[in-house]
């Protein structure tokens, strides 16, 4: 079936780095562009960032602009946020998100990994 | 930063009363407009995107309209299932944003 499978998650301290990766399974990854969409405990959904099929487009939310870096491995199905400088609101649930193109609603959301971002 | 708004913060609905939750733009989004449902402990589901079409599987008592700045999730007649969060966001310009979500509670 149609999956999205988040993994990486953990507690880091303050300042650190760490990477989230997405794994997609039953449909052809490299048509579709991807998000990543956060959720910090109790509160509502905050966009990311998001990757073109092809890699070639890419566009962050200012919040992690110039600390995170979105990528993707069409040979392996895969989504990558690679997190650096981390703060402690970075603290949340991070939910990769398919959607058709860049600009459209996300049809197929994964499970969460959760990020603790503390001293 | 178009920032998105949602009204009430909660509603409080009897299963089988008609739910209506509103969305504002605070500038135009045209028709990118998504509207999605989240459970306790659950990934979102998108219901409509274009601002009124369904999305694959979504039941027909799900509706959306509007344009613009002002839209509309309307859920015909509340089934138990139906009791969650909602949430709008546009895709029509960068940064995408959420808005803030209504809470669908039993009456």
């Known amino acids: 079936q149609v999956q999205l499978v988040e993994s990486g998650g953990g507690v880091v301290q303050p300042g650190r780095s760490l990477r989230l990766s997405c794994a997609a399974s039953?449909?052809?990854?490299?048509?579709?562009?991807v998000h990543w969409v956060r959720q910090a405990p109790g509160k509502g959904l905050e966009w990311v960032a998001v990757?073109?099929?092809?890699?070639?487009?890419?566009k962050y939310a200012d919040s992690v602009k110039g600390r995170f870096t979105i990528s993707r491995d069409n040979s392996k199905n895969t989504l990558y946020l690679q997190m650096n400088s981390l703060k402690t609101d970075d603290t949340a649930v991070y939910y990769c998100a398919r959607a058709p193109v860049m600009s459209d609603g996300m049809d197929v959301w994964g499970q969460g990994t959760t990020v603790t971002v503390s001293s | 930063e178009r920032v998105m708004t949602q009204s009430p913060a909660t509603l409080y609905v009897s299963p089988g009363e008609r739910a209506t939750l509103s969305c504002r733009a605070s500038q135009t989004v045209s028709s990118d407009l998504a509207w999605y449902q989240q459970k306790p402990g659950q990934a979102p589901r998108l219901l409509i995107y274009g601002a009124s079409t369904r999305a694959t599987g979504i039941p027909a008592r799900f509706s959306g309209s509007g344009s613009g700045t002002e839209f509309t999730l309307t859920i015909s007649s509340l089934q138990s299932e139906d009791f969650a969060v909602y949430y709008c966001?546009?895709?029509?310009?960068?940064?995408?944003?959420f808005g803030p979500g209504t809470k669908v509670d039993i009456k």
């Open positions: 039953g449909f052809t990854f490299n048509s579709y562009a």
């Open positions: 990757i073109s099929y092809n890699t070639i487009d890419k």
């Open positions: 966001h546009q895709y029509y310009y960068w940064p995408l944003t």
